[in-house]
């Protein structure tokens, strides 16, 4: 069965940081793109940051270039968003989701991908 665990989430004050961690089993995390998503109240969801750890691809949104570092520890099934610089805009619920299709301009996932439960995070100002 494959299962995706995000956990780090909190809250933390502008300008401070956070990492997640998106565990995941039932899978080899090297095999699939991963990536980030997020969804804040009200709003669509937004592909963050994507990892493909077979031939390091990455993508960022716009929003948070130069501001997050997605990586994977491919010994641990493990993929991490490190959070910088944290605006009061990055709040929502973070989660991840296998086999995402990286592009040049964004990062889709579909309902069908397997996805995590979630992890909130609350940026104060």
């Known amino acids: 069965e494959v299962q995706l665990v995000e956990s780090g989430g909190g809250l933390v004050q502008a300008g401070g940081s956070l990492r997640l961690s998106c565990a995941a089993s039932?899978?080899?995390?090297?095999?699939?793109?991963i990536g980030w998503f997020r969804q804040a109240p009200g709003k669509g969801r937004e592909g963050v940051a994507c990892?493909?750890?077979?031939?390091?691809?990455?993508y960022y949104a716009d929003s948070v270039k130069g501001r997050f570092t997605i990586s994977s520890d491919n010994a641990k099934n493990t993929v991490y968003l490190q959070m910088n610089s944290l605006k009061p805009e990055d709040t929502a619920i973070y989660y991840c989701?296998?086999?995402?299709?990286?592009?040049?301009?964004?990062?889709?996932?579909?309902?069908?991908?397997?996805w995590g439960q979630g992890t909130q995070v609350t940026v104060s100002s």
């Open positions: 990892i493909s750890s077979s031939d390091r691809r990455t």
């Open positions: 989701a296998a086999d995402v299709l990286i592009m040049t301009t964004a990062c889709v996932a579909s309902e069908d991908d397997s």
């Open positions: 039932g899978f080899i995390s090297d095999d699939y793109p």
